[in-house]
């Protein structure tokens, strides 16, 4: 079965960094795009990033762009989220998640639903 597991969250302070980390199995991982999501406390969960299956697409939230930088390692089955200069605000659980991707076109999307599979969540809380 499909399987994503993130690691890689903990307590930060204002300011610092952290790398997500995403382990993907029981899927072709090359024909999936790839998203991180995450869910600040009594909110809604939300869009932070994606990546194409070539890595030639990465969107960004407007909130997050500059700070963080998503990649993939089509090798190992691997995406990562690069986060920087971290805010209180980014206190949420990060979700990783996989998107099949349709035909032979190279997209990556912003859209939750799009996503077929989702792991468990890794909590980043940012102090400040």
């Known amino acids: 079965q499909v399987q994503l597991v993130e690691s890689g969250g903990g307590l930060v302070q204002a300011g610092g960094s952290l790398r997500l980390s995403c382990a993907a199995s029981g899927l072709t991982f090359s024909r999936y795009a790839m998203g991180w999501f995450r869910q600040p406390p009594g909110k809604e969960r939300e869009f932070v990033a994606a990546?194409?299956?070539?890595?030639?697409?990465?969107p960004y939230a407007d909130s997050v762009g500059g700070r963080f930088t998503i990649s993939r390692d089509n090798t190992k089955n691997m995406v990562y989220l690069q986060m920087n200069s971290l805010k209180p605000e980014g206190t949420a659980v990060y979700y990783c998640?996989?998107?099949?991707?349709?035909?032979?076109?190279?997209?990556?999307?912003?859209?939750?639903?799009?996503?077929?599979?989702w792991g468990q969540g890794t909590q980043v809380t940012v102090s400040s």
């Open positions: 990546i194409s299956r070539t890595r030639g697409i990465t």
């Open positions: 998640a996989a998107d099949y991707a349709m035909g032979s076109g190279d997209y990556a999307s912003r859209n939750i639903h799009d996503y077929d599979y």
